[in-house]
């Protein structure tokens, strides 16, 4: 035990045995620090470097149509902090029930269930109070409008059990919880949902979702994930270029559907165009030529050239507004 080993000291082999036994305080002190781990145990099984994903995603349309008001802006947050909840939701049962698998996979397995770290009973109690705040978040929120994040939580609940362990059902089931933001995004803003935003954001997250399968195939067998068994790299690579394509083209058609643009503004709306594109083209060569892609959400925020284009696409749309 590493509480034991700085107790011991380094003295004859006759003390050594008499000091191999933890002091009292020591074993009153083992289930206390064990009690303040849990905090931290907890914040791990929520993955905050995740929560990102929802404020991007259900503010996008918030900024695609230039809806700057106090009131929208704090709509959009209300609605991030439901989907913030439900992934929290989701990640714990996630957790829960693939503990078993985590133990398989060298980088999972140090997951606070799957290391043991945390006990199951403590990581279900946490479930049934995260889900508590949330039913009382979406009441408040108006259930008309706040549709989506059951829909998600539904959605989830069908993926953890089943629709995971199925190829290709997986990564759309995955990208349709990004659309369910996306539309919460304009439901919140009072706003119909564009079609074409929509098939970018699908066809944006399965290409993803299939870049993480690909680096997966790459670094364990299908053990660990059973659909891997449904996927070859030489497949993927065919869906990861139909899907970056399909993004490509509805993310255009989206941009050039207003017809109240001014020669100005459809200088800038095509200098979105290159910057999005660069953006997937270099998302593309981290994931096929640095076999990069395992945790998105690491790869879009840590590499400079994808932040330096983000931040240039914002300004972009700053300025046409």
């Given at each position: ?13 006759s003390r050594?045995?008499?000091a191999?036994?933890p ?15 849990v ?6 099984l ?6 990102a ?10 900024v ?15 609605a ?6 439900a ?7 996630n ?6 698998r ?15 770290e ?22 408040l ?7 989506p ?6 959605l ?11 190829a ?12 369910l ?6 439901l ?14 699908l066809?944006?997250?399965?290409l993803?979702?299939?870049g ?16 891997l ?7 993927i ?12 083209m ?9 017809p ?5 503004a ?18 593309l ?8 892609g ?20 914002i ?7």
């Amino acid at each position: 035990m590493p509480g034991v080993e700085s107790t011991v000291p380094r003295t004859s082999p006759s003390r050594l045995g008499a000091a191999a036994q933890p002091p009292p305080v020591e074993r009153r002190a083992g289930p206390l620090r064990r009690a303040l781990r849990v905090p931290g145990a907890l914040l791990r099984l929520s993955r905050p470097y995740q929560w990102a994903k929802n404020p991007v995603v259900i503010a996008l349309p918030a900024v695609l149509l230039h809806r700057w008001t106090p009131g929208a802006l704090g709509s959009v947050l209300w609605a991030t902090a439901l989907f913030t909840l439900a992934s929290v939701a989701v990640y714990t049962l996630n957790d829960i029930v693939d503990r078993e698998r985590d133990r398989l996979n060298p980088d999972k397995r140090h997951r606070p269930l799957a290391s043991g770290e945390l006990p199951v009973a403590v990581a279900w109690a946490y479930l049934a109070a995260v889900c508590a705040a949330l039913v009382v978040g979406t009441v408040l929120a108006s259930p008309e409008r706040a549709w989506p994040v059951p829909a998600y939580l539904a959605l989830n609940l069908a993926y953890s059990y089943r629709l995971k362990h199925v190829a290709v059902v997986d990564t759309f089931a995955v990208a349709a919880g990004f659309v369910l933001r996306a539309v919460q995004g304009y439901l919140t803003l009072g706003e119909r949902p564009s079609p074409w935003l929509l098939l970018s954001v699908l066809t944006m997250c399965l290409l993803l979702a299939f870049g993480k399968r690909r680096r997966e195939l790459l670094d364990v067998s299908g053990d660990h994930r059973p659909a891997l068994a449904g996927y070859s790299v030489q497949l993927i690579d065919y869906l990861i270029m139909i899907s970056a394509t399909l993004s490509a083209m509805a993310f255009g058609i989206f941009l050039m559907a207003d017809p109240s643009h001014n020669s100005a503004a459809a200088a800038l709306v095509f200098l979105t165009l290159g910057v999005s594109l660069f953006a997937l083209f270099r998302y593309l060569q981290l994931l096929v030529v640095d076999n990069g892609g395992a945790d998105p959400v690491r790869t879009l925020f840590r590499d400079r050239l994808l932040i330096g284009s983000g931040l240039l696409w914002i300004g972009i749309f700053v300025a046409l507004s």
